[in-house]
């Protein structure tokens, strides 16, 4: 047989096509996985295989992914990229049983973009199409892209999970920290045994009882001072018994404690009366109330705060009117309810933000549940962390003179949200990825 002398040749689109494979390998690598190359002269489709490496033990663990690498040095598309796919190999892709990747890299601009196969060729209209359009921002293969290998190697149904990705978090908390409380705390015989019998007498006699003490077995315990007006008239001077607060908040004894949070839970409702904060017993949480205009109609509000990035407001109470006549059907607050929690021995306020709905401000609208329960699945992540910060500078107002005097006379004074640094992190974008981020916008559903 006559033998060629053509001498072997390497041609530019298999350059290509190595770079492309190494400089995969390379995002892998910096990843922290492990690239497994394919056998050359066996390969059917596809380039080499990521197994995923446990980023806390570095412990191999034999979930793999197989990866098809098509490099191009053109990036004309219009729309993106389009990579077309020939159906044999999309049959081929389809029907292992391991989690298929292609990747496609632009070569002369050292970028390159994913996609889960079987995932995107699920849809009957894409495979018959068979071609890939690539998104340049989420398809991005790059160290964005490791969360995402690591959720596709771990089979749904197998169990095991993969540890978070190491970089430091700080994650808000809807705790808030009390930052001091009343030096002392009193306690003293009387004569009544139940509160309404003091409101009674408070009333008949026009005075304006504060909040901030309670009455249990014919004893008044209090933040106010018991020995001054009006407690004088009430309970026994000479029985009068002066504690430090640090004996009750500190102590271990369960039924001081109990007591110590009934106590305080009566102080916040002095402190949220002094902001002009109103107190639903029936839904139990404070809200802000609606007010009348000069025509005696219900007005709208809105309160304006510093968020964490900027000055902004928020529709605090919202007239909820027909769709027909355009009348108000009825109001919507907003409300938080709260907890007393002592957190690593100091004392924090939990905020839970929340709404009611009024017919009058007072009133419960017989169908709040039902509107209650459609904006909350409509609230994003993000609208509970803003209203928990407006609640948090509600109860910390103070940047004027007005607000100060306010401040002075709280039982309690607030801090900051407590916030809490850890060391390992899942991106946002990644765990909600599947989670659609709507911001209930502050005009919408007024109307029935």
């Known amino acids: 047989m006559r033998q060629s002398n053509e001498p072997k040749r390497i041609t530019r689109s298999q350059i290509t096509g190595q770079q492309g494979v190494n400089f995969v390998e390379q995002i892998v690598l910096e990843m922290g996985f492990a690239w497994h190359p ?27 992914i197989q990866v098809q690498v098509k490099a191009t040095s053109s990036d004309k598309d219009i729309n993106g990229l389009v990579h077309y796919c020939k159906a044999r190999d999309i ?23 994913w996609v889960d196969i079987k995932q995107y060729f699920a849809d009957p209209k894409r495979r018959k199409q068979a071609n890939i359009v690539f998104n340049k921002v989420k398809n991005r293969f790059d160290s964005s892209a490791t969360l995402a290998l690591m959720k596709l190697a771990v089979h749904k149904n197998i169990g095991p999970y993969m540890p978070a990705i190491g970089h430091k978090e700080i994650l808000h908390t809807n705790l808030i920290e009390i930052k001091k409380l009343p030096d002392f705390i009193y306690c003293a015989s009387t004569d009544y ?61 369960p039924d001081i ?18 902001i002009h904060l109103w107190y639903s017993s029936k839904e139990q949480c404070f809200y802000f109330p609606a007010k009348r205009d000069y025509s005696g109609e219900y007005r709208p509000s809105r309160y304006c705060y510093k968020s964490s990035m900027q000055n902004t407001s928020r529709e605090v109470v919202k007239l909820m009117r027909k769709l027909e006549t355009t009348e108000i059907n009825c109001i919507r607050h907003s409300a938080f309810k709260a907890t007393f929690l002592q957190v690593n021995d100091n004392w924090h306020l939990a905020i839970v933000p929340d709404y009611i709905y009024t017919t009058d401000g007072k009133t419960p609208y017989l169908y709040g549940e039902d509107l209650l329960s459609g904006i909350k699945r409509l609230e994003h992540q993000n609208a509970v962390l803003n209203q928990t910060i407006m609640w948090q500078r509600k109860l910390t107002e103070g940047e004027n003179l007005f607000s100060q005097k306010q401040q002075a006379n ?39």
């Open 38 to 64: 394919a056998n050359a002269s066996l390969d059917a489709g596809i380039d080499g295989t990521i197994e995923i490496i446990d980023p806390e033990t570095g412990k191999a663990t034999n979930y793999i």
């Open 91 to 113: 049959d081929y892709w389809m029907n292992g049983n391991t989690p298929v990747i292609l990747i496609k890299v632009i070569s002369y601009k050292r970028k390159a973009y």
């Open 193 to 253: 045994r139940e509160p309404q019998e003091i409101f009674d007498w408070a009333n008949d006699n026009k005075i304006d009882l504060p909040k901030g003490w309670l009455l249990t077995e014919k004893m008044i315990r209090s933040f106010h001072d018991l020995r001054e007006h009006p407690w004088t008239k009430i309970c026994d001077r000479g029985s009068v018994e002066q504690f430090d607060v640090g004996e009750w908040s500190d102590s271990d004894d």
């Open 257 to 274: 404690q109990r007591e110590f949070v009934r106590l305080m839970n009566q102080a916040l409702q002095h402190d949220m009366h002094t």
């Open 410 to 448: 709280h039982l309690i004074t607030f801090g900051e949200i407590l916030k809490v640094e850890c060391e390992r992190g899942i991106s946002d974008k990644d765990w909600l990825e599947n989670d659609v981020p709507i911001e209930v916008d502050e005009d919408d559903g007024g109307l029935f």
